[in-house]
């Protein structure tokens, strides 16, 4: 029913999307990143903080202050306002806001499995965990050996469940394996949100379609890039693919192929929209290449904002306020450690 969302969307998600909408206006802008950028220490960071959003979370830290603590109190901002939006909504927004978090799921699975098979205290793990990808019986994840057990210990009763059909082996977990699993999990994640959007129609199904096909096609690039040079094969590395995007299904026979970083590129530039990240990096070179695909990303989810009546908004808001975090991460860290001229190196400017 595309383009009579106005008639009904009010009845239940008009509520939302103004608290959405009023939550990103209070996004920090370019001034607030360059007045950051002076600080000499993180307390003179606290002291600017403290006339934003975030100054009710860090008022009662004493000092001194760690950027541990900073990006802590960030992200628990971050998960009052899911939890606050997540209790308003009914479905199939409830459904919706609960896929966003899908995602940090796999990460916290892969994160404690990862430390396990390197004898970290799960304790220690537990504490670096996403807390908006937390699940009851996490931490009993320890305790399994190989995929089948992981499944039927623990995450039988997750919603990642169905996303693990494709990998249940019987093979040991060791590194190798384990980003395999995060690959797969986050390919059948992603597919399934996609037809989830897809169903739910309208402004919705189009301004997701577009969000998420940009996250597979960022996704297929990175699994190429971080497998030039391993044991994996060309037939596993597009297994990885997701079967949705700007470039399925040419694009992935091309990326499935490339040996160097220059095929990647040389695949890639035949999009017109992915032209423009690769033109703005050196040939043979990749570090910049995480920093051009989030500033198109941020420029993406800044759109969403630009039309009414639709899901999107939760999920760019989401997103934009953990790239803030992932800003204010690096603006902590470079004061800390007095490397204040490469501030500027990896923040995404959001406004």
């Not at 796999?106 to 799960?122: M, P, Q, Y």
């Not at 391993?230 to 700007?246: H, I, M």
């Not at 399925?248 to 026979?253: F, I, L, Q, T, W």
Request: one cysteine or more; glycine letters at 4%; a negative charge.
């Amino acid at each position: 029913m595309y383009g009579f969302e106005a008639l009904t969307f009010n009845i239940h998600g008009g509520y939302l999307e103004a608290i959405v909408r009023g939550y990103r206006s209070g996004l920090l802008t370019t001034a607030d990143y360059n007045n950051l950028s002076q600080c000499e220490t993180l307390d003179d960071i606290k002291m600017h903080l403290s006339a934003t959003e975030y100054g009710p979370y860090l008022q009662n830290e004493p000092s001194p202050l760690h950027t541990t603590t900073i990006v802590e109190k960030c992200t628990l901002k971050l998960v009052d306002e899911y939890k606050h939006m997540l209790s308003q909504a009914t479905e199939p927004l409830s459904t919706f806001l609960e896929y966003i978090t899908y995602g940090h799921m796999i990460d916290n699975v892969v994160l404690i499995v990862t430390g396990t098979l390197h004898e970290r205290d799960v304790q220690e793990l537990l504490e670096k965990c996403h807390p908006l990808g937390m699940f009851d019986s996490i931490a009993t994840l320890a305790v399994a050996q190989n995929m089948r057990e992981l499944y039927r210990l623990v995450l039988v009763d997750t919603p990642l469940a169905p996303y693990f059909s494709e990998c249940i082996t019987s093979e040991d977990l060791d590194d190798m394996n384990i980003e395999i699993m995060r690959n797969t999990l986050y390919k059948a994640y992603l597919e399934d949100f996609y037809n989830f959007c897809k169903k739910l129609g309208g402004a919705t199904a189009e301004i997701m379609s577009d969000l998420l096909a940009f996250e597979a096609d960022r996704r297929a690039v990175n699994i190429t890039i971080n497998s030039i040079g391993t044991e994996l094969t060309r037939d596993d590395r597009r297994k990885l693919y997701s079967n949705f995007g700007l470039l399925y299904p040419y694009g992935h026979e091309e990326l499935a192929v490339c040996e160097d970083i220059d095929q990647v590129r040389g695949a890639m530039e035949k999009y017109p929209p992915y032209q423009s990240i690769f033109s703005k990096i050196s040939y043979g070179e990749s570090q910049m290449l995480d920093k051009s695909f989030y500033e198109e990303e941020v420029k993406r989810f800044c759109l969403a904002f630009e039309q009414q009546f639709h899901y999107g908004v939760f999920f760019a808001y989401v997103r934009l306020r953990e790239q803030e975090i992932r800003n204010l991460m690096w603006v902590s860290e470079c004061v800390a450690q007095n490397q204040k001229s490469r501030v500027h190196d990896s923040i995404v400017f959001i406004f």
